[in-house]
């Protein structure tokens, strides 16, 4: 399932049908939950594409719901609400994050073919968006290899993500977990995480809020 990766676009796929009218919150959650959800519940084997396709299918969307159920999503409760970030992408959320909390080290990168490495992991917006904050930083230390910089400006921004989410109801923290694929930080932050989270996330979300919601 290695071909699953954490930048894999979410499809999403018009409700139809008694199902949808009847939980609308199903269509939403079977179409933006990432794949490796869906292929943890129905087999690891599965490839990228073929989730895709089951994800697009929207007759299928009530009983890939159910399959997700045990996250403790109430379907009756998520209508056509906005989730947490407004529909904008968790994963590019926590790279804004995490740029944030390593503001220190973005600004110490000179070297042109080592900015280009980091660049091509996290984005120039989330570059650009931890230099911006560069007064909020967290982390102190400078870490001078682009690649491990990348790593760990995505571990904590995931981490952070998920600590700020904790102050959620189960229902609206999981729309938002389901739309990351298992096994990142976001699902076990660490004390400091939780300190920092709240003050970076909203710096985060209120950028979100100068963009076109995504729906």
């Known amino acids: 399932m290695g071909d699953i990766s954490l930048q894999m676009p979410i499809q999403t796929a018009r409700p139809d049908g008694p199902h949808q009218l009847r939980f609308p919150g199903a269509s939403e959650l079977a179409a933006s939950a990432h794949p490796t959800r869906l292929a943890a519940r129905l087999d690891p084997a599965l490839s990228a594409e073929t989730l895709v396709k089951l994800q697009k299918c929207s007759r299928l969307h009530p009983r890939l719901a159910e399959l997700l159920g045990n996250y403790d999503v109430d379907l009756n409760h998520i209508g056509c609400r906005?989730?947490?970030?407004?529909?904008?992408?968790?994963?590019?959320?926590a790279l804004l994050a995490g740029s944030i909390w390593h503001a220190r080290s973005l600004v110490a990168f000179v070297s042109q073919p080592e900015l280009a490495i980091?660049?091509?992991?996290?984005?120039?917006?989330?570059h650009a968006f931890g230099i911006r904050h560069l007064l909020h930083a967290v982390d102190k230390r400078l870490i001078a290899d682009p690649e491990k910089l990348a790593q760990q400006i995505e571990y904590d921004g995931h981490a952070c993500l998920g600590a700020w989410l904790q102050d959620s109801s189960a229902t609206e923290r999981n729309r938002v977990l389901l739309r990351l694929p298992e096994g990142t930080a976001a699902e076990t932050p660490a004390p400091e995480h939780w300190t920092a989270a709240g003050q970076l996330l909203s710096l985060v979300v209120a950028h979100f809020e100068t963009e076109t919601p995504v729906k």
């Open 82 to 93: 906005p989730d947490l970030l407004r529909g904008h992408d968790p994963y590019r959320a």
């Open 118 to 126: 980091l660049v091509k992991r996290i984005g120039v917006d989330a």
